[in-house]
Structures are given as structure tokens and as C-alpha cells.
């Protein structure tokens, strides 16, 4: 083993609000010895996620915090160096929950690791719209949103690493695809790149003019990623029978006092006719993993899915990037490029 | 007019958390002219809601705040002294959002304003068992819960003013009624006098094995009105085609940070299958007010629903009552009594 050397950030102190120097640390790591049925992963991509930054809370009850000492919680993309398991050999790419770090010890009957059976396409896109985002995407719009040919489909956050990916799909299905983001520039990416129908800048004003205007026939199904005034706007333009899967509702995030608070189950329940609506996670799905992956990256293999990449070089850019995704300067996937060549 | 003294509860200044005194204050009030259309009610009794709470704060969005110097809002039971109306004569009984104060002056085209039609009930139930609450409890458990004879329906906060006619109304439609609450005396008061089958304490541990062994052929309906824990119990024991009304969350209204929070809706929705849940309005179903309000009177009139009732006497005690109330000191419905005999 001692032909690695293992490096990771972790968690010296809990953030009081925004994250500062001297919260996490990148730090040597011990690997440890492998057991029966181990392996050893190198890591080269890390994704980083907006759940990240909660976890580092001191959480009750939501999830598993990280603890002081510990490596800081993600999902990568790696290679088997090592492996006293059956079921990897050396050579072998999966996915898994390494964390941020770049090796990584795991027991083969870990379900949360994933092999990838087709590298053909780049590897950092298991980590996107051939990942955990595009499952959630694909899981979402297919099993809640059961669009039809000729609907009208309305994703939020279009330009994001699940809308973007939910919009090219509701294109290939036949429908009406319209966006919503934040932003000139992101409106055009997502017309112009990913081949939306439309896009609407929600900072630009007019939302509900703008949103009925390129909804001429209303809004079949919405995939919810934001909640507040954009899922108002949306609900006065659904059609009898919509549907809508509710994958997050970021706006409610920044809110202090949930007396004030509309989620989007509030908005949506309160209608004189409520669509079909709910909340659900990827997990749910977890028994067709591997076959939307497949599904997904033969998309990207084809070019008939596209997306954006925001690349961080080096575990040691991670937390900067980090800090940056939280403030939303990432333009599509952000990813940490750990094993550099 | 002169022969009627308005005074009225006003806000002063928006409380920061706990209510304090200066926050709220006893006034008189003019009473404006009757124009065309308008009637004068004389409030005989006031209800006391947790919503009013929020009302005082800066909302943005969520509903009107109360304004500075404003009156208190809330509905009220009263008589109708003077009508310029054709549609309300002189000793008139109504339900209205008079607010806080003794004397209100309405147009008859208001929709909140509400004839009562058959007073052989005592007046203030029109805001308790045969008002809103009631309404609210017989909307959500029918329309969305729809429960069959034989099967069983959970209710949280069961000795609540909507929790306690669900249960009721269960148990008269030959299901299984199981309530949960917060302590010894609430549970029997649930058992013992509304006539559920089973109550659990939520506080004395071990809510899981106790709601398993109250609901033997686990849930079908469980309507819902305080999310967290409770709802993370229930939901190992929903069948297959549960239903859950939604009809509020009130444990999640002290947690402060959001993204923390469990809603019912992320709980239910994140389960492998998922029940048909969601939030609703009572004003959903606003079209059936006047024939679910005679229902409920005349459940309460033949003495089939039995509710209880914490009354303050007077305006001057209103600010009091109104904080034991958020507080939890009331049991039953909270009513202030505005006309003294």
C-alpha cells in the first residue's frame, strides 16, 4: 500500500453560516490495510453538490452529519488499483462515495458503489447527466411527470445539471420543452445549446406574461426545482390533469421563518384543483440504476445529451470551488479534477 | 350609532419572538357610518387561532400582515344589531373576520360573512366542532382520506379542535380511530370521551411500537397535523393505497434552519411507495360550506360530536389567553367571550 499517498480535506471547525479559511483542511490520510472483499479506489473526479453544505451542520434527524476530523461527504468517480474483492478487478472504473479525497478503501458489498460498464464516454459525466443528476432527471420527468408527446413540459433551474437534462429529454419525447433560469446568459445555453423550445429569465420580470406567452396550449407537467414565484407563476397555467415531480425547492432555502413559507406543496395543495404532486428522491428508482445510467450515457455517447462542466484542477481548488458553487458561480456541473495528469 | 361603544385590540408593534406587553393594546374604536348594503354585527365571541401569530410579523407574500394601529384578526360569532342589507335583518346571527374588537361593520356581499342558520347550538361551537375547524376536519379526512368502514385512520394532534373531529367522524363511518397527542390527560380525553379507540402519547417514548400495537392492521388514512417524528412512525406502517391529508405540520414551525427540515411531504414522498398525500385548504370545498356547516351542528345539536373549549371572558383578557394559547395551556378550542352576559 505504501505506494500510495492519500491526501483529503476535512472538517476542522462547523461553519457558522458562510463557510471561512480554517473550517476545512487538506490534510494526509492514512489508507487502510484492505480486508477480504476490499478495494482500493483512486479517485479522478470529485462531483460537489449543494447537500454538501448542510451536512457540515451540527444536523439533527435530516442526515448523517460530518463529523470534526472526518473527510468532507461526495460522490466520485474512480479507478480499482488494489482490490481483494470477487467482483472488481485492478482496471475497473465505478462510482462511489469516496468523499473528497484520493484514495479510497471500500467493501465490495457497499451499495452505494456502482461499476461502469461503458467508458466510453468522459468519465466525469457518471458524475453528471450519466449520474446521480440525470437519473434524477430521467426518474422524475418518466415515473412522475409520464409526459406525452405534444405536452408541454416547464423545468426550473433549466440550466441546471438536473433541468437541463429533464428539458432534453421532454424534447426527445416529443413535447414542448420551456425553461426557467436565472439570467440572460443561461437562457440562451439553454435554447441554443440544449434546444429548449424557450427559456425564461425569471430575474427579467413579467414571469407569468413571459411563462403563458411560451405556453400558448398551458403546462402539462412541471419538474419543481425552485419553488416561491416561479411555482405560482406555473400554477395558474396548468392544465387539467398536470403533473408535477417535486425534486427540490431551492428558493425556500434562504428563508429564516417557516411561517412565511410556501413550498411548493403548499402552493400546489391549495389550487381549486391540485395536480398530481409530490416530493420524491433518485433512491426510489435505486432498482433501475443501471439501466437509465446505460440509457443516459448512450445519450451522451450519440451527442443527443449535452452539458456544462465547471472544472476545479486539484483536491487543494476544491474548497474554493466549493464556496464559489454555493454562490451559484458555476455555469453547469462542478467538478473537482482529483488525479491530475 | 351612538348608542354602541366600539373597543377593539390593535397592534402596536410588531413582536420580536415572544410576545410582550405594549405589543398589543386595548383601544376604543369609532364605528364607521352604514352605507348601503352594510350591516353592524356585535361580536359575542372570538376565536383564537395560532395563524394570528404570524400575521403580526412583516410577512412578505405569505398573507396580509396586520398593519400598525390595525385591529387583531381573526373570526368571530356575533348578531347583527343594524342592517341598511337586504339579505340581513336585525338579529341575524353570523360567522365573520370581524377581528379583535366589539362591534364590526361589514358589506353583506363579504363572502367570509356566513348566516347562521340554526342556532339550538350554543353560538360559539359555529366557530369550533360546526365552524372551521370542524369543516376542516370533515373536508380533508372525506375528500382526501375517503375512509371505508373497517379501516383505520390516524389522526396527530387528536385533541386538537381539527384533530378531534376526525376521529370522530371515523369512528361514525365504522373505522378504527387512533389518535396521537401530547400527554396522559389529552390521550384519555381522547379515549375516554371523544371515543377513539386508542390514543398514544407521543411523549412517552417508544411511539413506533406503541402506534404499531394501537394499528394492528397497520394504516390506511392518517390525517396530519404535525409532521416530524410522528409522521416518520406512521409512515412504517401505511398499506399499500394509504392516504394522507395534509392539513398542517406544526413541529416544524419552531425549526429554524430549512434545510434541516423534514415536511410530511419530504418523509412520504421519499418512501419506496409512496401514499396519495397532500396539503390542502378548507376553502377548497367553500362551495359546501352552508351543507358540511349544518351537518356538524347537527352532529353537535344530537350530541354525536363532543368537542371542548377553553373560554377567556372579555376583551381585556384576550392578549393573555391568546398567549397561553401558543403556548399550549388551552385544551380544546380557545374562545374569548366578547359580549359578557
Same mark, same amino acid.
Given at each position: 500500500?505504501?505506494?500510495?499517498?492519500?491526501?483529503?480535506?476535512?472538517?476542522?471547525?462547523?461553519?457558522?453560516?458562510?463557510?471561512?479559511?480554517?473550517?476545512?483542511?487538506?490534510?494526509?490520510?492514512? !489508507?487502510?490495510?484492505?480486508?477480504?472483499?476490499?478495494?482500493?479506489?483512486?479517485?479522478?473526479?470529485?462531483?460537489?453538490?449543494?447537500?454538501?453544505?448542510?451536512?457540515?451542520?451540527?444536523?439533527?434527524?435530516?442526515?448523517?452529519?460530518?463529523?470534526?476530523?472526518?473527510?468532507?461527504?461526495?460522490?466520485? @468517480?474512480?479507478?480499482?488499483?488494489?482490490?481483494?474483492?470477487?467482483?472488481?478487478?485492478?482496471?475497473?472504473?465505478?462510482?462511489?462515495?469516496?468523499?473528497?479525497?484520493?484514495?479510497?478503501?471500500?467493501?465490495?458489498?457497499?451499495?452505494?458503489?456502482?461499476? !461502469? @460498464?461503458?467508458?466510453?464516454?468522459?468519465?466525469?459525466?457518471?458524475?453528471?447527466?450519466?449520474?446521480?443528476?440525470?437519473?434524477?432527471?430521467?426518474?422524475?420527468?418518466?415515473?412522475?411527470?409520464?409526459?406525452?408527446?405534444? %405536452?408541454?413540459? +416547464?423545468?426550473?433551474?433549466?440550466?441546471?445539471?438536473?433541468?437541463?437534462?429533464?428539458?432534453?429529454?421532454?424534447?426527445?419525447?416529443?413535447?414542448?420543452?420551456?425553461?426557467?433560469?436565472?439570467? *440572460?446568459?443561461?437562457?440562451?445555453? +439553454?435554447?441554443? %445549446?440544449?434546444?429548449? *423550445?424557450?427559456?425564461?429569465?425569471?430575474?427579467?420580470?413579467?414571469?407569468?406574461?413571459?411563462?403563458?406567452?411560451?405556453?400558448?396550449?398551458?403546462?402539462?407537467?412541471?419538474?419543481?426545482?425552485?419553488?416561491?414565484? +416561479?411555482?405560482?407563476?406555473?400554477?395558474?397555467?396548468?392544465?387539467?390533469?398536470?403533473?408535477?415531480?417535486?425534486?427540490?425547492?431551492?428558493?425556500?432555502?434562504?428563508?429564516?421563518?417557516?411561517?412565511?413559507?410556501?413550498?411548493?406543496?403548499? !402552493?400546489?395543495?391549495?389550487?381549486?384543483?391540485?395536480?398530481?404532486?409530490?416530493?420524491?428522491?433518485?433512491?426510489?428508482?435505486?432498482?433501475?440504476?443501471?439501466?437509465?445510467?446505460?440509457?443516459?450515457?448512450?445519450?451522451?455517447?450519440?451527442?443527443?445529451?449535452?452539458?456544462? %462542466?465547471? !472544472?476545479?484542477?486539484?483536491?487543494?481548488?476544491?474548497?474554493?470551488?466549493?464556496?464559489?458553487?454555493?454562490?451559484?458561480?458555476?455555469?453547469?456541473?462542478?467538478? +473537482?479534477?482529483?488525479?491530475?495528469?
Amino acid at each position: 500500500m505504501g505506494i500510495y499517498q492519500n491526501r483529503g480535506v476535512v472538517l476542522r471547525r462547523r461553519p457558522q453560516g458562510e463557510l471561512v479559511d480554517g473550517d476545512l483542511e487538506l490534510v494526509d490520510l492514512p !489508507i487502510p490495510e484492505l480486508g477480504d472483499g476490499d478495494i482500493l479506489v483512486e479517485v479522478h473526479w470529485l462531483s460537489l453538490d449543494p447537500y454538501m453544505r448542510p451536512r457540515l451542520n451540527d444536523l439533527k434527524g435530516y442526515a448523517e452529519p460530518v463529523g470534526i476530523g472526518d473527510v468532507i461527504v461526495g460522490e466520485s @468517480v474512480g479507478r480499482v488499483v488494489e482490490s481483494k474483492s470477487d467482483n472488481y478487478r485492478v482496471g475497473d472504473f465505478v462510482t462511489c462515495y469516496s468523499g473528497w479525497q484520493k484514495y479510497f478503501v471500500a467493501r465490495d458489498s457497499d451499495e452505494s458503489i456502482h461499476r !461502469i @460498464v461503458d467508458s466510453e464516454i468522459p468519465l466525469q459525466a457518471y458524475l453528471g447527466a450519466a449520474g446521480m443528476p440525470g437519473r434524477t432527471a430521467y426518474g422524475g420527468l418518466m415515473h412522475l411527470g409520464k409526459p406525452k408527446a405534444g %405536452e408541454t413540459v +416547464v423545468v426550473s433551474a433549466a440550466s441546471g445539471a438536473v433541468g437541463s437534462v429533464v428539458g432534453q429529454l421532454a424534447k426527445e419525447l416529443g413535447c414542448r420543452a420551456v425553461g426557467i433560469a436565472g439570467g *440572460d446568459a443561461k437562457c440562451r445555453y +439553454v435554447t441554443d %445549446e440544449l434546444g429548449f *423550445d424557450e427559456c425564461i429569465d425569471y430575474k427579467s420580470g413579467n414571469l407569468l406574461e413571459n411563462l403563458k406567452a411560451a405556453c400558448p396550449k398551458g403546462i402539462d407537467v412541471y419538474y419543481e426545482n425552485v419553488g416561491g414565484d +416561479v411555482t405560482k407563476a406555473v400554477a395558474q397555467l396548468l392544465n387539467p390533469g398536470a403533473r408535477v415531480p417535486v425534486c427540490g425547492f431551492v428558493s425556500a432555502y434562504n428563508e429564516k421563518d417557516l411561517q412565511q413559507i410556501e413550498t411548493p406543496f403548499h !402552493i400546489l395543495g391549495a389550487l381549486e384543483n391540485p395536480p398530481e404532486h409530490r416530493f420524491f428522491l433518485v433512491s426510489e428508482w435505486d432498482d433501475q440504476h443501471a439501466e437509465t445510467t446505460q440509457k443516459l450515457a448512450g445519450k451522451v455517447k450519440d451527442g443527443s445529451l449535452k452539458y456544462r %462542466e465547471t !472544472i476545479a484542477e486539484g483536491l487543494e481548488n476544491a474548497e474554493d470551488a466549493f464556496k464559489g458553487m454555493l454562490k451559484g458561480k458555476n455555469f453547469g456541473k462542478q467538478l +473537482v479534477k482529483v488525479k491530475l495528469d
